[in-house]
């Protein structure tokens, strides 16, 4: 039969990233789109030791059905790690396990979204999320950022302009795709304006843990006296992300409209990942665990920006992370980052993110995201090296 | 601040099964609520030896992300598995991985429905999809089931009424709450309507793994030629519910828009899951191991209706399941089977879940819904003379 899509699903295509993740398998390619971890500062012997405790001891715990919030013990340990972050309240917060903190974004926006209403979105911003709003019937308004963050004023003028807005989508540190990071100016601007217009905002901090140089900034969900903010952390950067695992500390008044969207969605998260999880935060030495991945990090990074630092500054320009994964580059002269990409494929086997996939519509950019993360850094030096020889 | 929570999660109400199963913490308790599956039946040892190779030699691809249908040799597996089963095929078909067969109903809700399209559900169903249909923004028409399945007239005068709908929801083999199976008629009446008006068919099968007496009935997805038929099945009654993983077969016309859906929902489903049910599928003797489950479940079915048998035939009657987990009863003389289900509660220490939880509307039922599955026989034995003692 004929099938038609629901008018939610129409317009999203398939992430540029995937389509540039084909060649991922391929190891003639230069694999700078994905934004997968280091295998090295995740070691699969990590995983295979905690898994292997959770095979022998904790079985019994995903034979049946659990509970909708998460797991009660890991709850109460992520619970305890943000309270000492400022980032969970136990008089104001509630905190749940997500299959990712992607499924973060998808159930606040089931939960707080309408069709028509606006979720309000940094431009350029992680594409999993936007669709997923999309698909939530959201019409998705983008606010530029730059270096320090979102432009706040027009943050606000978006704001103005959209009254059924309903979320503000930020990640402020290390931001996906550009590696920014939101000054705290900034984040306490960002807040005043939720509370002023009464629009949540939804923080995604997958990457806030991988801070390799610079000063920490506080995040938004510590300023939250009002109850404003949905925060969200992933073990995804930190742990595996083939594993599904999230965790988002909100305001108790979103705990049972929360709650049932994710008994919509899933029931609760795989016990599989978070009884792994839960071997993970309890019986590790995050702080070590941490400056190990950090340390890899720092090193490619410092490699990606001495290597980009070589290209003619004419021609290019480019951010400089100091967290995270990610390095936004940007042409000069308003050529299209979408056309340069696909020449990087075709003529240097190198594959990158074209800006367009990160914007509100997909407009044209003269802008594209490398990743430095799962490169060595001899790949790192090539796949620069091969974005100089096509300038 | 004051949340307003969207229009499609307003109404959904707790499942009472939930309710229900707060109790189920407590050993005073007879445990006839949840659809778990028996413990016995699962054993832990078996899933801690496939989980301890997966520990071993598999964690590597667990670290990073995967892609959104699912494991390749696992999908491959599965294609295999049903098109013996004559529920796919190659030509026609899709298969994709999903985080328990409730996101295949949430997601196929989210491809197919606007907001005010109906989906035809059998009344009384499995609240915990309608739910998921509800928060997509799906309006519920319920119709009535008999024992042999839903009843054909009533169907069709459902699709004739509701040209909106997109989406028929059955549950043919041992229905879930009422253990009832459809007949090979009906299903083949079904799948000509569903051909007729242009609605495709949700095939839930769950249990249909689990059939301990009486003759098979094929697969209403056997009959697919117009490709009107999503067909899933699910590892969480026959491996383990709370590693949530489940598959579906769908017509291929539909699979780039449940990929993308799919993506927006949690981008795939745990690799964990996915590696754990690839080494039980390819490793394991399903046949053998499969009729050690019904054995179980034969047993226990046989003590629940031989006790039954023993309660006044003139104050409650009992559908009679050849397989799966449920047993449905109804009170005589127009009783209220919720107010049976608090008084059990109360004054018998036996939850059970009052039929209204799965009507459309939530409307008073007679009935109430137990479950066999992962009681111990003398609990069964207690449980339902309980019953007998209230009546």
């Known amino acids: 039969m004929e099938y038609v899509t629901s008018d939610n699903m129409r317009g999203i295509a398939r992430s540029a990233i995937e389509e540039f993740f084909k060649h991922s398998g391929d190891p003639a390619f230069i694999p700078m789109a994905m934004g997968n971890p280091d295998p090295e500062a995740l070691p699969e012997a990590l995983l295979s030791e905690l898994m292997g405790k959770v095979a022998r001891e904790d079985m019994g715990k995903a034979l049946s059905y659990s509970v ?45 979204c309408n069709r028509g209403d606006t979720v309000i979105c940094e431009e350029p911003s992680f594409v999993g999320c936007v669709n997923s709003f999309r698909s ?30 309903r979320l503000i989508y930020l ?88 709650y049932l969207a994710k008994q919509c969605a899933d029931i609760h998260a795989s016990m599989l990942a978070q009884l792994l999880c839960y071997r993970f935060v309890t019986e590790r030495d995050m702080t070590q665990h941490l400056a190990g991945m950090k340390d890899v990090y720092r090193r490619k990074a410092a490699r990606a920006l001495a290597e980009l630092d070589k290209l003619p500054k004419d021609k290019i320009s480019y951010s400089k992370p100091e967290g995270g994964l990610f390095i936004w580059l940007t042409l000069r002269e308003n050529q299209d980052g979408g056309d340069f990409a696909l020449r990087l ?47």
Chains 1, 2 share one sequence.
């Open 68 to 112: 909708g919030p998460g797991y009660t013990p890991l709850r109460d340990a992520l619970k305890d790690r943000l309270a000492v972050q400022n980032c969970f309240e136990h008089e104001r917060d509630e905190l749940m396990i997500f299959s990712g903190s992607l499924q973060v974004a998808d159930i606040a926006c089931r939960v707080l």
């Open 136 to 165: 939530n019937g959201a019409k998705i308004v983008g606010v530029p950022i730059e270096e320090d963050g979102v432009i706040i004023d027009r943050l606000e003028q978006a704001l103005k302009e959209n009254p059924n807005a």
């Open 345 to 391: 494929v075709r003529e240097k086997k190198a594959a990158v993110v074209p800006g367009s996939a990160f914007t509100a519509n997909y407009q044209p950019s003269p802008s594209f995201r490398i990743t430095f993360s799962a490169l060595s850094e001899e790949q790192i030096t090539r796949g620069i090296e091969a974005i100089g020889q096509l300038l």
């Open 171 to 258: 990640i402020p540190n290390f931001q996906n795709p550009t590696g920014y990071t939101m000054s705290e100016e900034k984040r306490k601007a960002a807040y005043a304006l939720a509370k002023k217009y009464g629009v949540p905002i939804f923080e995604d901090d997958p990457y806030g843990d991988l801070r390799f140089s610079g000063n920490p900034v506080p995040a938004i969900k510590t300023m939250d006296s009002d109850g404003l903010v949905i925060y969200a952390r992933s073990f995804s950067k930190i742990l595996a992300a083939g594993i599904r695992a999230a965790y988002a500390s909100f305001p108790k008044e979103l705990f049972e409209a929360m």
